[in-house]
C-alpha cells in the first residue's frame, strides 16, 4: 500500500537529487556569463551578454533550432538551419534575427549589431553551411528598422 510517508521520503529524494545535479558541473557552465544582463528577459527587454556567435546561438538559438540546427517538430514547427540554401543571401538572416518570422521573435532589441553579425556568420558557417561571405556590423545597421534601436 503506498502512504504518505513513502510519498513524502520520495519526494525527499527527489529533492535532494535535483539539489546535488544543480550544483554540479553538468548543469552549470560557469566559464560563461548568464545568457541575459539584468534585468534582461525576454518579458523586460534587456540586451544579452555574450559577443561571440557560438555562444549566441547556443544562448538563443539552440532552444528551438536544436544543438545541431537540424530544427524540431512538435509543438510547433522550428526549422532546420543546416544545409540551408536560405542563408545563402546574409540579408535574410539577418532580417530574420532582427525582425522575427513566422513564430519566431523578433530579437533586435535584444541584441546589438556586432552581435546580430556575430551570430548570423556563425550559423552561415557551421552545422553544413559554406558561406564564405561575412556580415558585419554595418551591415546589420542597414537592415536594421529605425524604431528598432539597439541595445
Known amino acids: 500500500m503506498y502512504t504518505c510517508a513513502k ?6 529524494a527527489v529533492w535532494a537529487a535535483l539539489l546535488v545535479l544543480s550544483a554540479s558541473p553538468v548543469c552549470s557552465r ?3 556569463p548568464p545568457p541575459l544582463s539584468p534585468p534582461g528577459s525576454f518579458f523586460a527587454p ?6 561571440d556567435g557560438a555562444t549566441l546561438y547556443r544562448a538563443i ?3 528551438c533550432h536544436m544543438p545541431d540546427a537540424r530544427g524540431a517538430q512538435g509543438a510547433g514547427m522550428y526549422p532546420a538551419l ?3 540554401p536560405k542563408l545563402a543571401s546574409p540579408s535574410y538572416p539577418v532580417l530574420t ?10 530579437l533586435g532589441v535584444y ?3 556586432e552581435q546580430v ?4 556568420n556563425f550559423v552561415r558557417t557551421h552545422f553544413d553551411n559554406h558561406y564564405a561571405d561575412a556580415v558585419a556590423a554595418g551591415d546589420v545597421a542597414k537592415l536594421r528598422k529605425p524604431q528598432g534601436g539597439t541595445p
Open 7 to 12: 510519498s513524502r521520503a520520495g519526494a525527499g
Open 30 to 32: 560557469g566559464d560563461e
Open 82 to 84: 543546416a544545409a540551408n
Open 117 to 120: 553579425a556575430e551570430v548570423v
Open 97 to 106: 534575427v532582427l525582425n522575427g518570422r513566422r513564430g519566431m521573435p523578433s
Open 46 to 51: 534587456g540586451p544579452f551578454v555574450h559577443r
Open 111 to 113: 541584441l546589438s549589431d
Open 61 to 63: 538559438c539552440q532552444g
